[in-house]
Every structure is written in structure tokens, then in C-alpha cells.
């Protein structure tokens, strides 16, 4: 299916522009969102608009939308210089977006939830007559009798675009929409937009998935900053070019040294099932595996199939009273047992999300310092906080990686995703922890702080720690992990050695073929894995 | 047009102004009911605010009806730092006074100088046990500490009425519904001859120091911020919710206890049916307007002990009634509430001037 992106090249030439964006500026308290930003769309035209998290692309799509309002600048749709009041008059003038969240009611049907949104058509039975012919065709299928929340986020997603194609766009907005996606499904997902620009409808694609951008996009727009910093054709542009127009400096690639010394088994996790606490959360079902000193284990997987339900058993949030065995940190089996015990014994957790979590917003950068190193860093002595110690352990971290902040006495919440990120990865690291347990290292980070944060997670390993790294983000984990573990509906599948595994093969493990490696002839056992998976 | 623009870091200085900006819109709307009252504004404002604090008298005062907001405000704070609502120091105040003046009464020929410590003593615990009863049901059944601290309030004002209507009542009383007066060894030294000015003012200062050492200098004061704030960073980390939970409804529910038993050993002297005019209550007022700070809580004590003495004088001096004095203690917290926005807001007047985007 490479036939799309070739064929209509003159589109993008000549004619009346679908959309045309001039100087558009957007300002908030402090941040310059959007600075003069320009650039068209034509009818049929594929379009990426790349930028790193923070640059702007979201602020700019919103103004499209008609959810923000630009403080300056032009917007002509078809020629004419228009305002757009609202999502409704975006979706009138013939707009459609899929945001990254999904606005699902998960109790409704299919079916219900698109009538909810199409407002021009009341009769149920044309309705659901239109929606099977829209997912037929587009090659989008969907039951419109199921209930949302028995749906996996792939088609969940789908509903979402045939609510869309229902209104017949003449441009669909994309935001970040693989993110959810195993490889497979996105494969999927770019027949059907190839299909809808050759009948003429405009894409917008947002994205920082590069490769992604190559494949299926024939313009690009990138920012940075708030500002337009290049166009470009992606399909004749290197991947790593337009990560480096995004980033605006050069890429280091993380660097792996090579580990001596034996390696023994720091944590292992054997039998460990646990009902979750959320009702529509995930239960973890018999997860088994092992991580040894000196290694990266990556679990990947997509959002919502056990990941927070596992990273809480881990960090000792939520325990397993009758099981202690099911987790062990150095011998210790602490399954049973909360945070202090597995900090104690040298444990160190960074969670997914930064704010109201992994740090506190509200609170200086000394006293998020505190927040997990207080016992492991000596920084209180009979009950009394050591407010001197607390602070040159806070500058230490700022130091060490290179965190930009007016001092340490800024609040957390006032620095930005990635620096925040460092900060809390920083302030676990420098503890020097046997085990380092770390979900979503980089989700929401820009690039530089990104290659950053995995040197470190590499360096630590190579001082021996073990490395457990839970993403969703697969170039994430082969770019660092050594061996990878798929979690899908809460089981994990057996641990494979990173060499020795593809990307199509996670791909179908994350979309819930447990068997696929044990088919393979791969061992069962999680401790012999460990070993099979090494070198 | 006036609009209200998100700040992007919340504004320190409007943390200690808003307060000031709340007293000034308080005495403000304060005139505007004087007036309506038929009072000559001034006047009324000068006599409720100014007059008070005229004498040496007056100013004692002023920390006779501080002392036990600032005790029960300093932990009333601690406890709404960490999210916890103990709304009821109303009842623990009376169930101190009650088990410290019962110590009182079981040994009113006592001549013991350690009835008064063990008196206080008393007070803490018999707070400290009322506040356990909600602590218990949050921590064991997840009961909102809010009403249950609340109703318990007048379960202990009803216990207090029945004591000193039955068991308690002074036999040599002639009936009426009042204990026997505390001996002297069970009565607060006071501190200026002549006026009710006594010891529970020092006992209001430790605290303020020490709560402001615990909550700015020791592990458990950030606990306690940690978890008010960020309640999954607190789990994240391993701080012990529920012991938190305990520890700061006993601190609160002992230092409601001591102020209460400083009350009836100090400026009462014995056991009557109204032993507080809601000095439990205006506490709360106390530690916002006090910005949840022990210091803050001191300087909010005194400005809300005034709006009692104010309330006094002017109903004396004026013939306002009574019932000024809570109106002014409610329009405090409705301005403080109100006011509190300009800490993550700011105040831009004018429209916005916008280019394009206009077919």
C-alpha cells in the first residue's frame, strides 16, 4: 500500500489552499504558545505537523478546532478568511478531530455514543445504517451494539474517526493517534487515511513518532518553540533530520557500555496475581519475571492492560498480604510489605506520572528532594528535617542532570514536563539504588532531556542496579532494554532477549497473543529466562 | 471587561494579603450594616474596633477571649493542612473542661499544687478521647470525620448540661444549673493583677511554637503536608495515612481539651451550662484567616477575639446586638474564601485587544 502518498504529489503545487494559516499567535500567562505561525493544507494533502511535547502543536490544533482562540493572526478556510467560534462551527465548516483522550461514555453502546455527537441525524435505524456503511467502506469495523467499555482502545479509537468520517470531513485532525496502538493496528490505521486523502479529504497528523510521519505523510510542518522551524517532504528527509529540526541539536544515540562482573537475580516476581482495586481497572493474573543486577528489562504493552496495577504492587502502594513470596527485592520477599520496607532494602520508584505523584507541585524542589530520600540520604535525624543537608542533596540532583530551574526553591509544578522528569528520576538515581523500578521514563519529555534520562537509566545498570523500565513506547525499549516482556489484559508473556525478538512480534503480544513466545520453543521459567535472555 | 487571568505560579504575596484585603472589605460591609442599622458609621465602626482596645482592661481581654481560639485554631490548622476536617473542637473543648473540671470538683477541698497540671492534663486527654471517636470511625470504616465530629459536638454539649444540671450542680447552689466554684489550687494564675488575664495565654504560645516547629521543622509536620496536598504522593512514598489521620485529630481534640479547661479554671471558675461562645467554632475561622500558619493563627485570634470584645461594646456602648459579632465573624470567612482566588488569579481589567480572526 504505497500507492497514496506517491501519486498525488501536484496536489500540494497549485490551487486554493483547504486551510491557510497566517501568523497565528497565542499567548498564555508565561509560555508564548504559538508565535507567527503559518502554513496551508490542500484538499487530499497528508499533512504532519511534528514538534516535541511543548512546542506547540496542540495549543495550534485546538485554534483550528475552535477550542482556543488565537490571540493574533488569520485563519482562511476554502479561500475566505474565517473565525471559528466553537468545535461545532469547526465540525459545520466540515473539521473533524480525534484528540488523544477519547470522550467515550464506556456504559453507552457504539452506537449510542455517535449519536450523542451527530447532531443532524435523529432517526437510530439510518444512523446505524450510516455507521456500517462508514466503517465498512473506510475498512473500520465496528459493532454498533457493543458497549464501549468492552472494547480495546484500538477500536475505541475507530469510533471515534467514524464519528468523524459521519460528519464527510473535508480535513481530519489526528492527534498522537498510535500512541494506543500496536504496530499492527497502525498499519490499519493509515489504509483507511490513505484511503479517505485519495478521495480528497485533507490530514492533519500530529505526531513525534518520526518513521510514522515517513510513511504517511507527503508535506511536514515542524515547531519548535511556539515557532514554525522548518517544511519539509518527510519522505525524502531521515528520520533522524527531522528529530534533529525538532530538537534543534544533534542527537546522541545512548551509549551502552558493556557489564562485567556476574549478574545475580535482585528482583524477582514469581506467581503474582492481584484482583484490582479499580473496577475498571485491570487484575493482574500469574505475572512472572526476574531482573538481574546489571540489566534492563523492559515491560511493554498498552496503556490500561495492568501496567499501574503492576507499578503499584511494585512500589508497595497497593501489597499482597497472603503472598509475600511473590515479590523479592536481594532475598527479601516483601509482597506484603509497603514502600519503607522495599526502599529500605535499596528500592527506588519513579511513577508515571510526575505531578501529584512522583513529585508534589505545590512544594519546593528541597522539599520534593525529601519526599523519597529522607531515610535512604539521611536528611532527618530524631524526627527533624535537616533543612542545609535537604538543600545541597536538592542542588545535587539539579546539578548532576541538568535540571533548569531558577533554584531549589522553586516549586516542582513550575518546571517544565521534562525537567520535572529529570528532577524525580535524578533525585532516585542519586540514591543509588539496587533496584530501580521506572513506568513511562520519558512520556511527555523532549527529546533532549529524554536521551538524557535513558543514559542514565543505562548508567545505573552498568553500576550493577536492575532495571525495570514499564513503556509503551517501543523505540524506548529497544533502544535500551535488554531483554522485554509484554503485559496484555494483565498477564505478561515470557521474557525475550531484545536481540532476538521483532517488533511485529511484541506488536502481536501486545495485542493479546499470550502464547506466541511460548510456541516458540522460548523456556517458561522466568528465573531461566533470565539467563536464555542475557547474551 | 473584567477577567480573571490563571497565574502560573501561585502569588506569595497575595497569600498575606488577601487576609488584610478580607479585614478591610469586612469593616467595608461592616459600615454599610451600621448604617442600616441607623447608626452613624464611624461612630459604630470606632466603638466595635478602636474603643475595645483603649484600656489596659481592654487589652486583656482581648487575650482572655484569644487564648482558646489560638490553642484550638494552631490544631485545627494541622489538621486542615492534611485534609483532615475536624470540625467539632467545640466538643472536645467541652470534654476537656468537663474531665479537667471534674478533677476539679472531686477534689474541691484539695490544696495540692499539682491539681492544676493534673487538671490539664485531664483537659488533653478528655479532648484528646473525643477526637479519637471520629479518628476511629475514619481510619476503621471511612466515616467522614466532618460529621462525625460535628454531631459529637453536641452530644458533649448536652453531657455538659446534664452534669451541671444533675450530678454536678453545687449542693450549697440553690438550685442553679452551676458546679461549685474550683478550688484555688484548681484555678489559673492570672497574669496582670486585676484582670482575668491568666496562664492559658503561655499554654497558647507553646503552642504556636510548637506547632510551628512541627510543621516547619519535623518529618511528621511534612507528612501532614504531604498527604493534605498530595494524597498519592503520601501512599507513593509509604506515609502512613491513618496514623496521620490519628495523629492530628489527638493533637487537635488535646489542644481543644486544654483550651477548654483553661476556660473554666481560668475566666469562669466552675462549671456552667454555656461554658464557650462557639470558640470551637470561630476556631475554624481562626486557622483560615490564619492561613493555616501557627503564626498566622495568632495574629487571627486576636483580630477574631475582637470581633467578641467589639460585639460586647458596641451592645453596651451602642445598643447593636449581640448577634453583630457572629455576622461579622461570618462575612471574615465569606471575604477570606472569596479573596483566596487572587492567590492562583489575577485581576486584568480592559478588553483583550485581538488582531484577525474576524470574518
Not at chain 1, 139 to 147: A, F, N, T, V
Not at chain 2, 47 to 64: M, Q, R
Not at chain 2, 212 to 234: C, E, N, S, T, Y
Request: charged content about 20%; hydrophobic content about 45%; overall charge negative.
Amino acid at each position: 500500500m504505497d500507492a497514496a502518498p506517491s501519486h498525488r504529489t501536484d496536489n500540494t503545487q497549485s490551487g486554493t489552499p483547504l486551510l491557510e494559516l497566517s501568523n497565528i499567535t497565542k499567548e498564555f500567562p508565561g509560555c508564548l504558545a504559538n508565535d507567527q505561525i503559518s502554513f496551508r493544507i490542500m484538499p487530499g494533502e497528508v499533512h504532519a505537523l511534528l514538534g516535541e511535547n511543548g512546542a506547540g502543536k496542540s495549543t495550534l490544533v485546538k485554534i483550528i478546532y475552535g477550542v482556543l482562540k488565537a490571540d493574533e493572526g488569520r485563519i482562511a478556510w476554502l479561500g475566505k478568511d474565517v473565525s471559528i467560534a466553537g468545535p461545532s462551527s469547526a465540525r459545520h465548516m466540515g473539521i473533524g478531530m480525534v484528540f488523544q483522550h477519547f470522550s467515550l461514555f464506556d456504559s453507552l453502546t457504539v452506537l449510542e455514543n455517535i449519536a450523542l455527537a451527530a447532531t443532524d441525524e435523529r432517526d437510530r435505524t439510518k444512523l446505524r445504517d450510516k455507521v456500517l456503511e462508514v466503517s465498512h467502506s473506510y475498512g473500520l469495523p465496528l459493532d454498533p451494539d457493543r458497549h464501549v467499555h468492552s472494547l480495546s482502545v484500538g477500536e475505541r479509537q475507530r469510533i471515534e474517526i467514524v464519528r468523524c468520517l459521519l460528519q464527510n470531513p473535508k480535513l481530519l485532525i489526528l492527534d498522537e493517534p498510535t500512541s494506543v496502538l500496536t504496530p499492527q493496528e497502525v498499519e490499519r490505521l493509515f489504509e483507511t487515511l490513505r484511503q479517505l486523502a485519495a478521495e480528497g479529504c485533507a490530514i492533519l497528523y500530529i505526531s513525534h513518532k518520526l518513521e510514522e510521519v515517513k510513511a504517511l505523510c507527503e508535506t511536514a510542518t515542524i515547531l519548535r518553540g511556539g515557532k514554525v522551524v522548518a517544511d519539509c517532504d518527510p519522505r525524502v528527509e531521515t528520520a533522524r533530520s527531522m528529530a534533529e529540526m525538532m530538537i534543534g541539536e544533534k542527537l546522541q544515540a545512548p551509549n551502552r557500555a558493556g557489564r562485567d562482573g556476574e549478574s545475580i537475580h535482585r528482583l524477582v516476581v514469581s506467581h503474582l496475581s492481584l484482583q484490582s482495586e479499580d473496577q475498571f481497572g485491570t487484575d493482574l493474573d500469574d505475572v512472572s519475571f526476574s531482573v538481574s543486577s546489571g540489566e534492563i528489562l523492559g515491560i511493554a504493552g498498552i496503556a490500561g492492560n495492568g501496567q499501574t496495577e503492576l507499578m503499584a504492587v511494585l512500589t508497595g502502594e497497593s501489597v499482597v498480604p497472603d503472598n509475600m513470596d511473590a515479590i523479592v527485592i536481594d532475598e527479601q520477599p516483601i509482597a506484603h510489605k509497603g514502600p519503607k520496607t522495599r526502599r529500605s532494602l535499596g528500592a527506588a520508584f519513579v511513577p508515571e506520572e510526575r505531578n501529584g505523584h512522583g513529585a508534589v507541585p505545590s512544594m519546593p524542589l528541597t522539599e520534593n528532594a525529601l519526599l523519597t530520600a529522607f531515610r535512604r540520604m539521611g536528611l532527618v535525624r530524631r524526627g527533624i528535617i535537616d533543612g542545609g543537608k535537604t538543600r545541597d542533596f536538592a542542588e545535587d540532583i539539579i546539578s548532576q542532570f541538568d535540571v533548569r530551574t531558577s533554584g531549589s526553591g522553586s516549586d516542582a509544578g513550575s518546571l517544565s514536563g521534562g525537567n520535572l522528569q529529570k528532577f524525580v528520576v535524578g533525585r532516585e538515581i542519586i540514591q543509588r539504588p539496587n533496584v530501580l523500578v521506572i513506568c513511562q521514563p520519558t512520556w511527555g519529555v523532549d527529546a533532549g532531556a529524554a536521551s538524557a534520562i535513558h543514559q542514565a537509566l543505562l548508567d545505573l545498570a552498568a553500576n550493577g542496579a536492575a532495571v525495570l523500565v514499564i513503556s509503551q513506547d517501543l523505540d524506548e525499549i529497544f533502544a535500551i532494554c535488554d531483554r522485554v516482556a509484554v503485559i496484555s489484559e494483565g498477564r505478561l508473556s515470557d521474557t525475550r532477549g531484545i536481540k532476538s525478538v521483532t517488533v511485529d512480534e511484541i506488536g502481536l503480544l501486545m495485542g493479546g497473543l499470550h502464547d506466541l513466545a511460548g510456541s516458540d520453543g522460548t523456556g517458561q521459567d522466568a528465573p531461566a529466562l533470565a539467563e536464555a535472555g542475557h547474551d | 471587561m473584567i477577567r480573571l487571568e490563571p497565574r502560573k505560579q501561585h502569588s506569595e504575596a497575595m497569600i498575606y494579603l488577601t487576609p488584610v484585603l478580607a479585614l478591610v472589605l469586612t469593616m467595608i460591609t461592616g459600615m454599610i450594616i451600621f448604617a442600616f442599622l441607623g447608626k452613624d458609621p464611624l461612630v459604630a465602626l470606632y466603638t466595635y474596633f478602636v474603643l475595645p482596645l483603649s484600656t489596659t482592661y481592654g487589652l486583656t481581654e482581648l487575650v482572655v477571649k484569644a487564648t482558646p481560639l489560638v490553642m484550638i485554631g494552631i490544631g485545627l490548622a494541622m489538621g486542615f493542612r492534611a485534609n483532615v476536617w475536624n470540625i467539632g473542637a467545640e466538643g472536645q473543648f467541652t470534654m476537656g473542661a468537663l474531665a479537667g473540671g471534674g478533677l476539679a470538683l472531686a477534689f474541691h477541698d484539695s490544696e495540692n499544687a499539682l491539681l492544676l497540671p493534673t487538671m490539664i492534663v485531664f483537659g488533653a486527654l478528655g479532648g484528646m478521647a473525643w477526637a479519637a471517636i471520629p479518628a476511629w470511625l475514619k481510619t476503621r470504616f471511612n466515616a467522614n470525620e466532618i460529621l462525625t465530629s460535628l454531631m459529637l459536638t453536641y452530644v458533649a454539649l448536652l453531657f455538659l448540661s446534664y452534669l451541671v444540671h444533675g450530678p454536678w450542680r453545687d449542693p450549697a447552689g440553690y438550685n442553679f444549673p452551676e458546679s461549685r466554684i474550683f478550688p484555688d489550687a484548681g484555678t489559673m494564675p492570672t497574669l496582670v493583677e486585676g484582670s482575668r488575664m491568666h496562664f492559658g495565654a503561655i499554654l497558647a504560645l507553646l503552642a504556636v511554637v510548637g506547632g510551628w516547629l512541627i510543621l516547619a521543622k519535623a518529618l511528621i509536620g511534612f507528612q501532614l503536608r504531604v498527604v493534605g496536598v498530595a494524597p498519592v504522593a503520601a501512599r507513593y512514598v509509604g506515609f502512613k495515612e491513618k496514623r496521620l489521620i490519628w495523629f492530628v485529630l489527638l493533637l487537635g481534640g488535646g489542644l481543644a481539651g486544654v483550651a477548654g479547661v483553661s476556660e473554666v479554671s481560668g475566666p469562669i471558675g466552675q462549671l456552667i451550662p454555656t461554658i464557650s461562645p462557639g470558640y470551637g467554632f470561630t476556631a475554624i475561622i481562626v486557622a483560615f484567616l490564619g492561613r493555616l500558619h501557627p503564626v498566622g493563627v495568632l495574629f487571627a485570634g486576636l483580630v477574631m477575639a475582637l470581633t467578641y470584645l467589639g460585639g460586647e461594646t458596641a451592645q453596651i456602648e451602642i445598643g447593636l446586638p449581640a448577634a453583630v459579632a457572629g455576622i461579622f465573624q461570618g462575612i471574615i470567612l465569606f471575604f477570606l474564601l472569596a479573596c483566596d482566588v487572587l492567590n492562583l488569579y489575577r485581576i486584568r481589567i480592559g478588553w483583550r485587544v485581538r488582531h484577525g480572526g474576524a470574518a
